[in-house]
């Protein structure tokens, strides 16, 4: 397994339009993570799925974007409608449920663009 | 309001030199400390983890020491080189596994 992969890498879009990401996560991780990213921040926490059941969402995630983790396995995170305000680096995360608190590995991110 | 702070400058050191880096954090009551690495236009990658009862961890030129008192976090780089120039994130949870980022220091090693 060559590690947590997301896309696209890049995405540009108008105002208004509708996106959708793709995260895969390590294969044998049930915990999966999203992230948003701007610049000089760090990542702030959006949601947590463990196998398919979304565990926690953050008052962050408005109503605009809806994340799914079918069987388990990938994950997409839609935005809708999407606003300049939404620009910003979306990071995926996975982990083991074994041995605790265990730390998450990070995919590469998706960089939106909102024009 | 909850708070995670790290230093907000940028850090420049000499290469050999020992980089220390702080997290300090307000109204959290974290089960453990976690700290990433983060390279420009990358996800950032694990480094180290501490829980709540440990007072110090190590690994090869890495230190994390945690003092749960004084809601800080120490993040040592001995023997500095230029490879360690990146951005460092401090991260907890007070409970779950959804974590809380700083906005990172910037580690410049120069030769």
Redesign the interface.
């Known amino acids: 397994d060559t590690g947590?992969s997301q896309n696209p890498r890049h995405k540009i879009t108008k105002r208004g339009q509708n996106v959708t990401f793709r995260c895969d996560p390590i294969s044998e991780h049930n915990?999966l993570?999203w992230?948003r990213q701007t610049l000089?921040?760090?990542?702030?926490?959006l949601t947590?799925f463990q196998n398919e059941a979304q565990?926690?969402k953050?008052r962050l995630l408005s109503d605009r974007f809806s994340a799914e983790r079918p069987k388990g396995s990938f994950s997409t995170l839609e935005i809708q409608r999407t606003e300049q305000g939404d620009s910003a680096m979306y990071?995926c995360?996975s982990?083991s449920e074994s041995g605790g608190?265990?730390?998450?590995?990070?995919?590469?991110?998706t960089r939106l663009t909102v024009l | 309001s909850q708070k995670?702070e790290q230093n907000s400058e940028a850090l420049n050191i000499q290469e050999g030199k020992t980089a220390t880096l702080t997290c300090n954090y307000t109204n959290y009551s974290p089960?453990?400390l976690?700290w990433?690495r983060q390279d420009p236009?990358?996800?950032?990658?694990?480094l180290l983890?501490i829980?709540e009862n440990e007072k110090e961890k190590r690994k090869e030129r890495l230190k994390v020491t945690f003092d749960t008192t004084l809601k800080q976090s120490l993040f040592h780089i001995t023997a500095s080189q230029p490879a360690d120039s990146a951005t460092y994130?401090c991260?907890l949870?007070n409970s779950?596994?959804?974590?809380?980022?700083?906005?990172?220091t910037s580690l410049l090693v120069t030769p």
């Open positions: 947590v915990r993570y992230y000089g921040q760090g990542p702030e926490f947590y565990l926690e953050s990071l995360a982990s608190y265990n730390e998450q590995f990070f995919g590469p991110g | 995670i089960a453990y976690q990433y236009g990358r996800g950032p990658v694990f983890l829980r994130l991260a949870a779950g596994y959804a974590l809380n980022f700083g906005k990172g």
